[in-house]
C-alpha cells in the first residue's frame, strides 16, 4: 500500500507560479514511476507530466517549456513546478504512483 500526500495548490493570477508537492509513504519500489494528473470541471482526467526512478520525464504537449517535474528520491517526494500559468490550467491536480495509487488532489485555480 502506498500513500500519497500533495500541497501546495492554490489561487494565482495568470502567468503566476505553483510549486506542487507528492511525498509518498508505504510500500514503494525501488523502480517506479510517478506522476502528475489534472481534472478540470466536467473534463476527464489528463496526464500532465511523469518522471520514472531512473530520472526519465514525460510531459503533455501542453506544459512543455511552462512545468517541470522533479524528484527527491531521498524524501520519496516528487514536485511540479508550473510557471506561466494560464486560466485553462485550473484543475484538481492528483499525484499518482506507478498508475495504481493516487493521491486525493489540490485545487490550482488560475484567475484571469
Known amino acids: 500500500q502506498v500513500e500519497l500526500v500533495e500541497s501546495g495548490g492554490g489561487l494565482v493570477q495568470a502567468g503566476g507560479s505553483l510549486r506542487l508537492s507528492c511525498a509518498a509513504s508505504g510500500s514503494t519500489f525501488s523502480i517506479d514511476v510517478m506522476g502528475w494528473y489534472r481534472q478540470a470541471p466536467g473534463k476527464q482526467r489528463e496526464l500532465v507530466a511523469t518522471?520514472?526512478?531512473?530520472?526519465?520525464?514525460n510531459y503533455a504537449d501542453f506544459v512543455t517549456g511552462r512545468f517541470t517535474i522533479s524528484r527527491d528520491y531521498a524524501k520519496n517526494t516528487v514536485y511540479l513546478e508550473m510557471n506561466s500559468l494560464k486560466p485553462e490550467d485550473t484543475a484538481v491536480y492528483y499525484c499518482n504512483y506507478n498508475m495504481d495509487y493516487w493521491g486525493k488532489g489540490t485545487l490550482v485555480t488560475v484567475s484571469s
Open positions: 518522471i520514472s526512478s531512473r530520472g526519465g520525464t
